[in-house]
């Protein structure tokens, strides 16, 4: 699946017609989001930063994820992805952020979050941060390739 241009195209769109600068916060897909997004010319005009948190480690330091959460939900996690993008909010000048953080495999999985678990966060300044939970299927490139899509596609859907 080839990441469509049309919905990078949106994206931009959305956030230049609402003045939003944004945010990531990756862990599985190791800056994809970024990557894709600054692939069109004049990104400064609505990408602030990108973090990408992979271990434990830096999503405590980067985006102050807490020991807590990371502890009783998993670095896999609605509660994980949400912290991720609310840090991500408060660690920058951006006003919208997404958060990614999944298994891309082939390892990593439990029979709990087997491979291809993936879990998103579209958050908003004095908006209601908004999580979602997938379970894609394919090899590592294409898990997180799904990855990417979604998360584009959640954060069109959180900007309308």
Same mark, same amino acid.
């Given at each position: 699946m080839e990441i469509d241009t049309l919905l990078i195209r949106e994206v931009v769109h959305a956030l230049k017609r609402q003045g939003l600068m944004l945010a990531t916060a990756e862990s599985c897909t190791g800056?994809? *989001?970024?990557q894709v997004i600054t692939s069109v010319a004049g990104s400064s005009e609505w990408f602030e930063r990108g973090f990408v948190a992979y271990t434990n480690l !830096?999503?405590?330091?980067?985006l102050g *994820?807490?020991?807590t959460i990371l502890s009783r939900y998993? !670095?896999? &996690?609605? /509660?994980?992805?949400? !912290?991720? !993008?609310e840090g991500a909010l408060t660690h920058s000048h951006a /006003?919208?952020?997404?958060a990614i953080t999944g298994i891309a =495999? @082939? &390892?990593?999985? #439990?029979p709990e979050k @087997?491979? =291809? #678990? *993936?879990c998103f966060a579209w958050a908003a300044k004095k908006r209601d941060t908004h999580s979602r939970k997938h379970v894609f299927t394919g090899d590592r490139e294409a898990v997180r390739r799904q990855a990417v899509v #979604?998360? +584009? /596609? =959640?954060?069109?859907?959180? +900007?309308s």
């Amino acid at each position: 699946m080839e990441i469509d241009t049309l919905l990078i195209r949106e994206v931009v769109h959305a956030l230049k017609r609402q003045g939003l600068m944004l945010a990531t916060a990756e862990s599985c897909t190791g800056g994809w *989001v970024a990557q894709v997004i600054t692939s069109v010319a004049g990104s400064s005009e609505w990408f602030e930063r990108g973090f990408v948190a992979y271990t434990n480690l !830096a999503k405590r330091e980067m985006l102050g *994820v807490s020991t807590t959460i990371l502890s009783r939900y998993g !670095a896999v &996690s609605d /509660q994980t992805a949400r !912290a991720m !993008a609310e840090g991500a909010l408060t660690h920058s000048h951006a /006003q919208v952020a997404l958060a990614i953080t999944g298994i891309a =495999g @082939p &390892s990593g999985g #439990t029979p709990e979050k @087997p491979v =291809g #678990t *993936v879990c998103f966060a579209w958050a908003a300044k004095k908006r209601d941060t908004h999580s979602r939970k997938h379970v894609f299927t394919g090899d590592r490139e294409a898990v997180r390739r799904q990855a990417v899509v #979604t998360a +584009l /596609q =959640g954060l069109l859907d959180f +900007l309308s």
